[in-house]
């Protein structure tokens, strides 16, 4: 679940497994099928999904018996800095004394591959194409308002 955001603290080797800063990161980039290898993608594409937000990876997270911090944060390959594509997620992967807090969840790619293989069962994406999910509509202009701009030769003469 999600926990209320602890002090950051410098990183150091001594820090426990259990220390938010040994979290690991999840970026929406790791598990989108659009991006290439050198753009972030983590997995094969065939594991992938379009356009994941950190609020699905959220969602996903919150109900699978899990620990994860939300972060405001912008993956460095990211090229675009609009609040659609930052986001990170911190999953707790082991306890205090290095067991795996999960046993489902081995690895981080265990992680991302669960997150990616639930992402298409949620119900925002069950009505909604990937590439229209996550564009903005943009309102329609009215041809018959008096926006201007048409009609007339006002000032569009030759100049003397």
């Not at 620990?67 to 405001?72: K, T």
């Not at 609009?82 to 992967?93: A, S």
């Not at 639930?118 to 590439?131: A, E």
């Amino acid at each position: 679940m999600a926990t209320a955001v602890p002090m950051k603290k410098n990183w150091s080797p001594s820090m426990k497994h259990n220390d938010m800063e040994r979290w690991i990161c999840i970026y929406p980039a790791y598990i989108n099928r659009k991006k290439t290898r050198q753009e972030g993608r983590r997995l094969p594409k065939e594991n992938c999904v379009d356009n994941p937000s950190y609020i699905e990876i959220r969602d996903v997270l919150s109900v699978s018996n899990l620990q994860f911090l939300m972060e405001n944060k912008k993956y460095c390959r990211e090229n675009s800095s609009e609040m659609e594509f930052r986001g990170r997620v911190r999953v707790q992967l082991r306890n205090v004394d290095g067991t795996l807090y999960n046993n489902d969840f081995p690895t981080r790619e265990s992680i991302m591959l669960h997150i990616a293989s639930k992402i298409p069962q949620l119900k925002t994406r069950q009505n909604k194409s990937g590439d229209s999910y996550h564009q903005q509509s943009q309102p329609q202009s009215n041809a018959s308002g008096s926006g201007g701009g048409g009609g007339g030769k006002k000032g569009k003469g030759k100049r003397r």
